[in-house]
């Protein structure tokens, strides 16, 4: 079993900013969904069918394990980590992908509570990566394992499709059936592309040296 030890000044400090960002998320979350239940009955499977959502609360839970493993003063295991590696990609991805394809959309293209969207598009993709790149309680991911990150993005982009063949649902409108299926698949392998190329990047990051050190040897 592996051993605890008295987390470090620094430690602590980094785990009460990650649960406190943790915090955030789910009032972010909170808040959108108070939003849109103030207009009307919700359908679940429409309201966390977002990937921004989805990634968003994937990396509250990711980080509230990380936070308490350094306040437990425990080593995060090996499957941990890379369930974290590939949650950080997701997370930056979600910044890049509002940036370049919805903020242009306006209103229609985020989340409609304004200090919401701000928290899910722009707060957590950079904070993720900076958490991933300063903090020092990773290790070297092998660049085999990048394979790992398509898993969920590629069983999310099958359900929408899926959903917008059939009941015409997409959460985003470059993923709409109306817009012509070479126009999805164009997406879709852009999409892919774009998570090799930054799963690589964020598992190439943790082979970088970490300026925060808050394990013991």
């Known amino acids: 079993m592996p051993t605890s030890t008295r987390p470090s000044p620094t430690a602590v400090i980094v785990a009460l900013v990650r ?3 943790a915090a955030l998320v789910i009032a972010a979350v909170a808040a959108t969904l108070a939003d849109a239940l103030s207009r009307g009955p919700v359908n679940p499977f429409n309201f966390f069918g977002f990937f ?21 003063g425990r080593p995060n295991p090996a499957w941990f980590l890379l369930v974290r590696g590939a949650v950080t990609t997701f997370i930056i991805i979600v910044g890049l992908v509002y940036v370049a394809l919805l903020a242009p959309l306006g209103a229609a ?18 904070y993720g990566l900076v958490d991933w790149l300063l903090v020092g309680d990773r290790r070297r991911l092998a660049m085999r394992q990048v394979v790992w990150v398509l898993v969920y993005p590629l069983v999310w982009v099958t359900v929408v499709l899926i959903r917008g063949a059939t009941d015409g649902w997409v959460p985003y409108p470059f993923l709409s059936p109306e817009t012509g299926y070479a126009s999805v698949f164009g997406y879709v392998a852009a999409i892919v592309a774009v998570f090799i190329v930054i799963g ?14 808050v394990t013991r040897e």
């Open 19 to 21: 649960l406190a960002i």
């Open 52 to 72: 921004t959502i989805q990634s968003n609360i994937m990396l509250t839970v990711v980080l509230i394990i990380a936070a308490v493993q350094l306040l437990r």
């Open 109 to 126: 293209g985020g989340v409609p509570v304004e200090w919401a969207n701000v928290v899910m598009h722009y707060v957590t993709p950079i």
């Open 200 to 213: 690589v990047i964020v598992f190439a990051l943790s082979r970088v040296p970490a300026v925060l050190r």
